[in-house]
T-cell receptor, first 113, second 114 residues
Framework: DAGITQSPRHKVTETGTPVTLRCHQT?????MYWYRQDPGHGLRLIHY???????DKGEVSDGYSVSRSKTEDFLLTLESATSSQTSVYFC????????????FGQGTRLTVV | SQQGEEDPQALSIQEGENATMNCSYK?????LQWYRQNSGRGLVHLIL?????REKHSGRLRVTLDTSKKSSSLLITASRAADTASYFC??????????????FGGGTRVLVKP
């Protein structure tokens, strides 16, 4: 699976608690993305990174923050989880430039109760 | 709002028939890509077409791109039961100093009946 590992794969958490999801790559790709997938909405971009410490917002960034302190790790934090953040979260990586085909992780199923 | 939108949302065909799905987008792009997702799995890249290309083939896949209409189509010929999946278009556009942004549409669910 293109050297991408998401952890945890499943998580149940309570409303109001902080949650951090981790995406780890072994491909040394420049770009990393976090998406959420919900029925009827397809995949929506939360945040992405175009280099170490270089990040930008996506379509649905409210309530989420990210950090990338080294090439291989991209962390997504839900500062105070809400039920509306129950979703499947996917991390993706790409080389960038004109070869922007992305490789996806297996996803993290997060349930906020 | 999402950059790409697929049509139809769902498609049911018999094995051996062709499946066609369309994607419309809103802004200028570097390229457009199609992905497949099997239930419960991550997305898998199928094909990429650059903004200066009009048609591309890969095996049983044919993709067209019309930048004047901001639309693309994916054709799967001679479909098989194993083609049952959701298909997503993704648009790549470059944001000054912030690199490439890759955004997806809502997807088309394809069911190929044996």
């Amino acid at each position: 699976d293109a050297g991408i590992t998401q952890s945890p794969r499943h998580k149940v958490t309570e409303t109001g608690t902080p949650v951090t999801l981790r995406c780890h790559q072994t491909e040394n790709h420049r770009y990393m993305y976090w998406y959420r997938q919900d029925p009827g909405h397809g995949l929506r971009l939360i945040h992405y990174s175009y280099g170490v410490k270089d990040t930008d917002k996506g379509e649905v960034s409210d309530g989420y923050s990210v950090s990338r302190s080294k090439t291989e790790d991209f962390l997504l934090t839900l500062e105070s989880a809400t039920s509306s953040q129950t979703s499947v979260y996917f991390c993706a990586i790409s080389v960038g430039g004109y070869r922007t085909e992305a490789f996806f992780g297996q996803g993290t199923r997060l349930t906020v109760v | 709002s999402q950059q790409g939108e697929e049509d139809p949302q769902a498609l049911s065909i018999q094995e051996g028939e062709n499946a066609t799905m369309n994607c419309s987008y809103k802004t200028s792009i570097n390229n457009l890509q199609w992905y497949r997702q099997n239930s419960g799995r991550g997305l898998v890249h199928l094909i990429l077409i650059r903004s200066n290309e009009r048609e591309k083939h890969s095996g049983r896949l044919r993709v067209t791109l019309d930048t004047s209409k901001k639309s693309s189509s994916l054709l799967i010929t001679a479909s098989r039961a194993a083609d049952t999946a959701s298909y997503f278009c993704a648009t790549d556009y470059r944001i000054k100093a912030a690199g490439n942004k890759l955004t997806f549409g809502g997807g088309t669910r394809v069911l190929v009946k044996p």
